[in-house]
């Protein structure tokens, strides 16, 4: 089952997803990036479309897509256009705080460089074209589920207390194919440090130390912070493990002990 990787800045920077492999528990692994796809000037359709030949997935029953932040939006945005194109394939999205219309804008730019970047695509034929046509993920997703569905579904986990993330997650309740997941304690950045690649200990620690780096957040306050958030995902993953799964790395078995 094809995982596609969709990165919020290059397509190199997948790692922080997977460690840069070129498969994932097994499975084929492409990854675009929202700084990538920013450098077209041709159609999203067109994009998805040399996409599909190159990794050579048309014929695949499965495709699932992850992408977190700007990420999110793209992956929600290529499954549906994935979805009409390949009519006889399932596609699974699960988006991470991602905004779900970058243009028009319900709730405003999320900073400056969100708002530059918006400026900087409208001076651009092209690119505007393509933020106008292909900037808002609800008419896609809508014409996906109408056209394909239960072929078509998606996850979208959001930090609920983000005010931003939780207005455009709001933008697709209620939609058919869709499921929010709020993370009551989560901040935006949260799912950049969370993907239950460790034991859960070490985990917390790991998200401990950056809190407490990046937050000005106490040791104490860190911690209790840090073992909230892995443990409200934890919980997610849980009740989704169908779908929510593919961001848990199965552990590696060890390897039987040779024969005397």
Request: positive net charge; aromatic residues 12%; glycine residues 10%.
């Given at each position: 089952m094809p995982l596609l990787i969709v990165h919020w800045k290059a397509s190199d920077q997948s790692d922080r997803w997977i460690g840069g492999a070129r498969s994932y528990q097994g499975?084929?692994?492409a990854a675009l990036g929202t700084e990538d796809m920013?450098?077209?000037?041709?159609?999203?359709t067109q994009v998805v479309q040399d996409l599909l030949d190159a990794a050579g997935w048309?014929?695949?029953a499965r495709i699932e897509i992850i992408?977190?932040?700007?990420?999110?939006?793209?992956?929600?945005l290529l499954g549906a256009l994935m979805s009409l194109a390949l009519p006889a394939t399932t596609i699974t999205v699960v988006a991470c705080s991602p905004p779900?219309?970058?243009?028009?804008m319900p709730n405003g730019p999320r900073n400056p460089l969100h708002a530059r970047t918006i400026k900087a695509a409208l001076a651009v034929p092209g690119r505007q074209q393509n933020l106008e046509h292909?900037?808002?993920?609800?008419?896609?997703?809508?014409?996906?589920w109408g056209t394909q569905g239960d072929r078509f579904s998606a996850r979208l986990l959001y930090a609920e207390r983000d005010t931003w993330d939780a207005g455009q997650a709001q933008l697709l309740n209620g939609a058919p194919g869709v499921k929010l997941i709020p993370m009551p304690t989560a901040a935006h950045g949260f799912f950049r440090l969370v993907k239950l690649r460790n034991e859960r200990e070490v985990e917390i620690e790991e998200i401990r130390k950056r809190l407490q780096a990046g937050a000005g957040m106490d040791e104490a306050e860190a911690?209790?912070?840090?073992t909230a958030l892995r443990d409200a995902f934890s919980a997610a993953v849980a009740a989704e493990p169908d779908v929510l799964g593919i961001l848990v790395?199965?552990?590696?078995?060890?390897?039987p002990a040779a024969a005397a």
């Open positions: 499975r084929p692994v920013g450098s077209f000037n041709a159609p999203k048309r014929d695949t992408g977190y932040s700007a990420g999110g939006f793209l992956a929600l779900v219309s970058l243009w028009p292909f900037g808002d993920a609800r008419p896609w997703i809508a014409k996906a911690r209790r912070e840090a790395p199965k552990r590696r078995q060890p390897t």
